[in-house]
Nanobody, 115 residues
């Protein structure tokens, strides 16, 4: 079972940056895919970005060009660099890992962007 721990959330002004980290309990090299999702109040959880084992990345249209997902296999950590943050980016951000047919989730980290 993969355990995921997120960190790096907080309060930031619009236009600012944050970097989220997701530390995995085992080697991420062997994990099929890892990604970041977010859930704003009253809304469904949505994919923000993910990175597949082969290295390809996918982004939601709303964050394309502002957010970057990358990983450090040596540290078993996946990051989400968030630049040019907007108030609509405010949400709880969750780390996700897909291994074989199993989905694993972290507990989430809150990102609040003030206008």
């Amino acid at each position: 079972q993969v355990q995921l721990v997120e960190s790096g959330g907080g309060l930031v002004e619009a236009g600012g940056s944050l970097r989220l980290s997701c530390a995995a309990s085992e080697r991420i090299f062997g994990i099929n895919a890892m990604g970041w999702y977010r859930q704003a109040p009253g809304k469904q959880r949505e994919l923000v970005a993910d990175i597949i084992r082969g290295g390809s990345r996918n982004y939601a249209d709303s964050v394309q060009g502002r957010f970057t997902i990358f990983r450090d296999n040596a540290k078993n950590t996946v990051y989400l660099q968030m630049n040019s943050l907007k108030p609509e980016d405010t949400a709880v951000y969750y780390c996700n890992a897909v291994q074989n047919t199993m989905n694993y989730w972290g507990k989430g980290t809150l990102v609040t962007v003030s206008s």
